[in-house]
């Protein structure tokens, strides 16, 4: 199969889009997109009021207009701020001659276009998110996802075949492609240090604890004090804990603040996964940032299957697989231990499983009609 595609932009497009994010991951996303969209195109993006998105936000300094909250981790809560920020956004989306909108599955920006008329496009490499596929989905004109997902896991919500699109890259290959080649390097400058016996740095990505489809007693919170041990024994590793809410935040900082470097505020992935020498990952996105970047890392995710892992990283042993605590601990205790030879074969690897890749944001643009 021939995967070439159009340069992004090479399609004419006049309008306003409207991108709606729900999460750092989705902004991400959509800055990749505004940087290589077609010329004449206008861009408006909204968000959902809430810490780690605020900071986040300001940091990669993407413009947004903030309509509504995030409803925590209580499904009533949940409920109840996405009543309230769907009236907020139908009264902002009719006041703006939006011709078709984007998201990675937001109910919201979903159904308020799909009632105002407005073609919503979404992009989304998450089919375990029952919830919010169930309620965005089948509303959508077309949906853009990875080439290791099959197609019937986006059928299953009301989608017709034809209206899966698929791009042979994996979602993170979206903001990472600008600046792929510099982070390698970076790479490449870590493992020269290495050699010289400079401290290692391992980092931590704890769960979310609100999401809809995440059991919290089976995170990496659960397992961190055995977890934080297993590396303190292992060597002298400088350890990064990055939390996801403010109040994780506070939680690591009081349990592990004296053992453990706790960010201040949201960061930016990549830049400093390139610089790590392990990522023990209890979600999903920094964790691919980590497999395709060559740095080595272990996938922790029991409560449920993750499709871009099973069906992508773990075969091409970009990422380690981990179902439990004891086998975490093994895993960390055993990468460790050849952390060097690691590093070096995770890179090869890396380069080798990407070379091929396409730019997602240009068959994103291809396929958009207004």
């Known amino acids: 199969m021939i995967w070439a595609r159009p340069e992004a932009g090479s399609k004419e497009l006049q309008g306003i889009i ?13 800055k990749a997109l505004i940087e290589r969209s ?40 949940k409920l109840r701020a996405s009543a309230e920020r769907e009236k907020l956004l139908a009264n902002f ?23 105002l008329g407005i073609k919503h496009y979404i992009y989304g490499d998450s089919p375990h998110g029952v919830a919010p596929n169930k309620l965005a989905s089948p509303l959508a004109t077309k949906l853009f996802t990875p080439f290791v997902i099959p197609k019937n896991k ?26 792929w080649e510099s982070l390698v390097a970076k790479r490449r ?15 931590i990505r704890m769960e979310e604890w609100f999401a809809t489809y995440l059991k919290r007693d089976r995170g990496i919170s659960k397992v961190l004090e055995r977890l934080v041990e297993t590396i303190e024994k292992a060597g002298d590793f400088e350890i990064l804990l990055v939390p996801r809410y403010e109040s994780q935040r506070e939680w690591a900082r009081k349990e592990f603040g004296d053992r453990c470097v706790v960010p201040d505020s949201a960061i930016d992935g ?10 023990i990952g209890g979600g999903g996105t ?36 981990a179902v439990n605590p004891k086998g975490l601990i093994n895993s960390v205790r055993n990468m460790l231990r050849n952390i060097d030879d690691e590093n070096k074969s995770y890179l090869e690897r890396a380069e080798k499983e990407t070379r091929d890749f396409e730019d997602p944001s240009s068959v994103i643009f291809e396929n958009i009609e207004l």
């Open 93 to 115: 989306a009719r006041k703006n001659d939006f011709q078709i909108s984007i998201s990675s599955n937001s109910p919201e920006a979903a159904r308020v276009s799909f009632k």
């Open 286 to 321: 920094m964790t691919q940032e980590a497999a395709l970047l060559g740095v080595p890392n272990i996938s922790y995710f029991p409560s449920v299957k993750l499709d871009v892992f099973e069906n992508f990283y773990f075969p091409r042993r970009l990422s380690k697989k």
């Open 270 to 279: 990549a830049e400093t996964i390139a610089e790590m020498d392990l990522v």
């Open 189 to 203: 400058r870590k493992l020269g240090r290495n050699e010289k016996k400079e401290k290692q740095r391992v980092f």
């Open 154 to 179: 986006w059928t299953q919500f009301g989608l017709k075949s034809e209206q899966v699109i698929q791009y042979r890259a994996l979602d993170p290959w979206c903001w990472l492609i600008g600046k």
């Open 18 to 30: 409207w991108f709606d994010v729900v999460t750092p991951k989705h902004a991400l996303f959509t």
């Open 38 to 77: 077609p010329p004449g195109m206008e861009h408006i993006v909204t968000t959902r009021d809430y810490a780690e998105l605020n900071s986040f936000v300001k940091k990669i300094q993407l413009h947004t207009i903030s309509i509504g909250e995030f409803g925590g981790g209580e499904l009533y809560d």
